[in-house]
């Protein structure tokens, strides 16, 4: 009896240098595109620009009393929060995961979806694109 090899999985072709500029525009050109897959810098760099640019006023304005500083941030932040929630969708494909589990961020059970975001990528393409 001959046993067949097992079969392999084709490599995720490599991926551009990532720079802060770089991510941000990726992030908001695919605000509303919910398939493919965000690498684990990717999605960090732009969370952290989420943070600062709609966090950071936010509390800023808080801290001063200043309508108008709050109001920025406000503004920024539910304008950054669509681009945000698809960057985590496209990381959960990256990790072989569908964008549902990105439902428990709702939930008391959130952590689950911060440490999945944290998982390495897949080095294989994978069902939601390569």
């Given amino acids: 009896m001959s046993q067949e090899p097992p079969p392999t999985l084709a490599r995720r072709p490599p991926q551009p240098p990532i720079t802060f500029g770089s991510t941000v525009g990726a992030a908001l050109r695919k605000s509303f595109q919910g398939s493919g897959r965000a690498s684990r810098s990717e999605f960090w760099l732009f969370t952290l620009f989420y943070v600062v640019v709609s966090w950071g006023p936010l509390m800023i304005g808080g801290a001063l009393d200043n309508d108008w500083i709050t109001a920025v941030g406000f503004i920024a932040y539910l304008g950054l929060l669509i681009p945000f929630i698809t960057a985590g969708v ?36 994978n069902r939601f694109g390569p």
Avoid: M, N
């Fill in 90 to 125: 496209r990381r959960l494909h990256d990790t072989g995961r569908t964008g549902a589990w990105g439902l428990l961020l709702l939930t008391i059970a959130f952590f689950v979806v911060l440490v999945l975001w944290t998982e390495p990528s897949q080095p294989h393409v």
